[in-house]
């Protein structure tokens, strides 16, 4: 019976070390997916950084842009407003060289 014992407590021994090699395995294999996992989230990631700041750039310069223009046309509806005033006086004149003519031809 020692016998019997003795290579049943081999046997088990020897399938402890099978399972606990096989648990080795799996962790080192977890491990090395999660690494990879993890450098392809961080290479997606850089690289979608890499797209918002371009994105974010392309979009300061054109509100760059549009900012520019809206003071172009600020300046051309300031410039339009005082050629529409000049055209009142000069109107305005006109029609007193009008009157002065018409009473001087009277």
Do not use: P
């Not at 989230?41 to 979608?48: D, G, K, P, S, T």
């Not at 172009?72 to 009008?98: D, H, K, N």
Request: proline share 0%.
């Amino acid at each position: 019976m020692a016998e019997a014992a003795a290579v049943l407590s081999a046997q088990l021994q020897g399938r402890a070390e099978s399972a606990e090699s096989a648990v080795l395995q799996m962790k080192d294999k977890a491990r090395s997916k999660m690494q990879q996992l993890t450098e392809s989230a961080n290479a997606r990631i850089a690289a979608l950084d890499a797209e918002l700041r371009a994105a974010s750039l392309a979009l300061t310069t054109r509100v760059s842009e549009l900012k520019g223009l809206r003071a172009q046309a600020v300046e051309a509806a300031q410039g339009a407003g005082g050629a529409s005033e000049r055209a009142g006086v000069l109107t305005a004149e006109l029609s007193v060289v009008r009157a002065a003519l018409a009473a001087a031809l009277a």
